[in-house]
Nanobody, 111 residues
Framework: QVQLVESGGGLVQPGGSLRLSCAAS????????MGWYRQAPGKQRDLVAI??????NYADSVKGRFTISRDNARKTLYLQMNSLKPEDTALYYC??????WGQGIQVTVSS
């Protein structure tokens, strides 16, 4: 049973930072791709960032502002979000192997 639990969301002012974490109950953590997705109200769920064994990729809208990383010893995926904008407001989801999803965590960027 794969479980993904996100944390670290909340309300932040424009220009601020947040770090999302995704704790995974996975026996072999460092092999398969993991990613962060987000879904704003009334919109589809979109890829934000993905990390594979040796590579990272980002949506154009977050390049240079967001950084995805993983701690294999802690079996935790991170998303460091800097220079946040109101359009980053969404429910953020952790994904494993393209198949398993966390419950989602809200990020709201507003003054």
């Amino acid at each position: 049973q794969v479980q993904l639990v996100e944390s670290g969301g909340g309300l932040v002012q424009p220009g601020g930072s947040l770090r999302l974490s995704c704790a995974a109950s996975i026996s072999i953590f460092n092999i398969y791709p993991m990613g962060w997705y987000r879904q704003a109200p009334g919109k589809q769920r979109d890829l934000v960032a993905i990390i594979t064994y040796g590579d990272t990729n980002y949506a154009d809208s977050v390049k240079g502002r967001f950084t995805i990383s993983r701690d294999n010893a802690r079996k935790t995926l991170y998303l460091q979000m800097n220079s946040l904008k109101p359009e980053d407001t969404a429910l953020y989801y952790c994904n494993y192997q393209g198949t398993y999803w966390g419950q989602g965590i809200q990020v709201t960027v507003s003054s």
